[in-house]
């Protein structure tokens, strides 16, 4: 089993740029697409990028591409979200979720939760104007 964990968020400001980092515990063969999502308050979890475990693929929101990146660092089994030009509605709980050990990293499908086996707990970002 794999255990995603978050890190990173906390309170910034409009404007600012703020890096969240996933640990992936517990994963033995280290090839797992990661995926990040976030859910603010009253709203459903929407996706915001993944990447494939090789690193050298990956996929984003709509929304979100050109503010965002996502990258790895597989010695360390660690995955990054660089969110740059924060805004207000960004503020919300930030989930890293991995698929299964081998899966093929097929692009826009990975924008589903349905694709992640496992969730991390969420780490709070918070955009003061």
């Known amino acids: 089993q794999v255990y995603p964990v978050e890190s990173g968020g906390g309170l910034v400001r409009a404007g600012d740029s703020l890096t969240l980092a996933c640990e992936l515990r517990?994963?033995?063969?280290?090839?797992?697409?990661t995926g990040w999502f976030r859910q603010a308050p009253g709203k459903a979890r929407e996706f915001v990028a993944a990447i494939a475990w090789s690193g050298r693929s990956t996929t984003f929101a709509d929304s979100i591409k050109g503010r965002f990146t996502i990258s790895r660092d597989e010695s360390k089994n660690l995955a990054f979200l660089q969110m740059n030009r924060l805004t207000p509605d960004d503020t919300a709980v930030y989930y890293c979720?991995?698929?299964?050990?081998?899966?093929?990293?097929?692009?826009?499908?990975?924008?589903?939760?349905?694709?992640?086996?496992?969730w991390g707990q969420g780490t709070q970002v918070t955009v003061s104007s």
């Open positions: 979720a991995a698929s299964q050990s081998g899966t093929t990293f097929t692009g826009r499908a990975y924008h589903s939760e349905n694709e992640y086996a496992f």
């Open positions: 517990g994963s033995f063969l280290n090839r797992h697409v």
